[in-house]
């Protein structure tokens, strides 16, 4: 990394905004751009020039304009003539607390203390917004530490991609987010509060309202029976139907949104007839899960990157998983892709989103090259990115696309990712909010 390169991410990582001093008046960034998408979806527009002003964009206009041309002779320029840009990028599934799995995550649970996770939480998030994501949705920690994590970033205090959080996830007892399951008996009670854990719609309602009075963004249940459920009750239905309507109620109670972890049609169906806002994984889809996810609108987020996780943990350790997960684990590595594959052309709406923790922070730019695999263009993989993700986050007028109004989130990058996907695993600029966080441009970062 190039030393003037080192101390802007030092800075970015160290300085809350306004220490560095600046002139008097709005702060002004003109960034020149060598190619310019700036609403994925549409043509991308040639050499370009935006216009920044306190960390929005003013205007965007054709060509390379100067700074005083611009009317702004005090801006400071940022020169990406040579470099792709487009809006910052946007994974609708993350887990920034963590990055264990199987038998790891299990030591990590009696192990760990929450500001510990606080800690890796923020070097998770670092992680991420150099690789370009400038907003997540993190779907399910404990100890409410995304959520204390997505408020310091709101205010300023630390940097990070912005957050929208959905604090603890909510499942059935032995279901998915029964944090307990495969300790021994005794530890049940000593381990956690298992306030997200409800059997019964009463229960059900309490476990949401108890996720609402801590400030959540939106309620992220589970279904169905995960793959790194610690026991062997399979990937189908684990709630009734009671169950997921008075979570689905309550939430709405509250305008918040329900994202679903669901991996068989059974608990797949169940949701979408609830009424729920996304399907998380979805590894398994028939022509009535299809149908619903088309009458309800409701988003498909694929999270193909959980193989990486898989493949990389068992290739460094054989006995990364028990033997009751590492069944599962196979029939995911085996099947993942075939729902993408089988919704894109039907017209369901899919929004990116990678289950990072599951696989590593910061390499969430890899779910692209699976999206592509899988039966998306380069250019529907960018928008579910950008504008779809953002509209599932409930961030259309913040983030999506670069035009007048939004948060000057943007990335460069070499190359067209609409001819090749793969140059976003190599973003080499990134700016949040009108701040440069990133800048490793010619610092011997792999083209
Ligand atoms: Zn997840």
Redesign the pocket.
């Known amino acids: 990394m190039r030393r003037n390169a080192l101390l802007i991410v030092l800075a970015a990582l160290s300085a809350p905004a306004g220490v560095v001093a600046q002139p008097p008046g709005p702060r002004i960034v003109v960034v020149q751009a060598g190619q310019l998408l700036d609403r994925p979806g549409r043509p991308a527009r040639g050499a370009s020039t935006i216009v920044i002003r306190e960390g929005r964009v003013l205007e965007v206009r054709d060509g390379h304009i100067a700074a005083a041309a611009a009317g702004f002779p005090e801006a400071e320029v940022v020169d990406l003539r040579d470099r792709y840009v487009l809006p910052g990028l946007i994974d609708s599934?993350v887990?920034l607390a963590s990055d264990t799995g199987g038998v790891a995550s299990q030591l990590e649970e009696v192990q760990l203390e929450p500001p510990a996770k606080a800690y890796n939480a923020l070097v998770n998030a670092h992680k991420t917004l150099a690789a370009g994501f400038t907003s997540v949705r993190n779907?399910?920690d404990r100890d409410g530490v995304t959520l204390a994590l997505r408020d310091a970033v709101r205010a300023g205090k630390v940097v990070g991609p912005n957050i929208v959080d959905a604090g603890t996830s909510i499942s059935t007892t032995a279901g998915h987010m029964d944090t307990a399951l495969g300790f021994r008996d005794d530890l049940r009670d000593a381990l956690d509060r298992h306030d997200n854990l409800c059997d019964g719609p009463d229960a059900c309602r309490r476990a949401v309202r108890l996720q609402v009075a801590r400030g959540v963004d939106l309620i992220k249940i589970a279904t169905t029976g995960g793959v790194n459920s610690r026991i062997g009750a399979g990937l189908g239905r684990q709630m009734f139907e009671d169950e997921a309507r008075a979570i689905v109620e309550t939430a709405r109670l509250y305008g918040k949104k329900v994202a679903v972890?669901a991996h068989g049609t059974d608990g797949v169906k169940l949701a979408l007839l609830a009424g729920v806002d996304s399907i998380?994984h979805g590894t398994v889809l028939d022509e009535e899960c299809i149908a619903l996810f088309v009458k309800t609108g409701a988003w498909y987020v694929p999270?193909l990157s959980t193989v990486n996780g898989y493949l990389e943990r068992i290739a460094a350790d054989p006995n990364a998983y028990s033997p009751a997960v590492r069944a599962k684990v196979d029939w995911r590595i085996r099947v993942t892709g075939e729902s993408l594959a089988q919704v894109v052309p039907r017209g369901v709406k899919v929004a990116f989103g990678t289950?990072a923790?599951?696989s590593k922070h910061g390499r969430n730019a890899d779910e692209f090259e699976l999206m592509v695999k899988y039966g998306m263009t380069p250019s529907q993989a960018l928008v579910a990115a950008t504008v779809s993700a953002a509209e599932l986050l409930g961030l259309s007028e913040e983030a999506g696309t670069l035009e007048p109004g939004k948060r000057a989130d943007l990335i460069a990058v070499t190359g067209d990712p609409l001819r090749d996907v793969t140059v976003l695993k190599r973003v080499s600029f990134v700016m949040k909010d009108g701040v440069v966080f990133r800048d490793v441009r010619g610092a011997g970062v792999p083209q």
């Open positions: 599934h887990h779907l399910g972890h998380e999270t289950d923790g599951v």
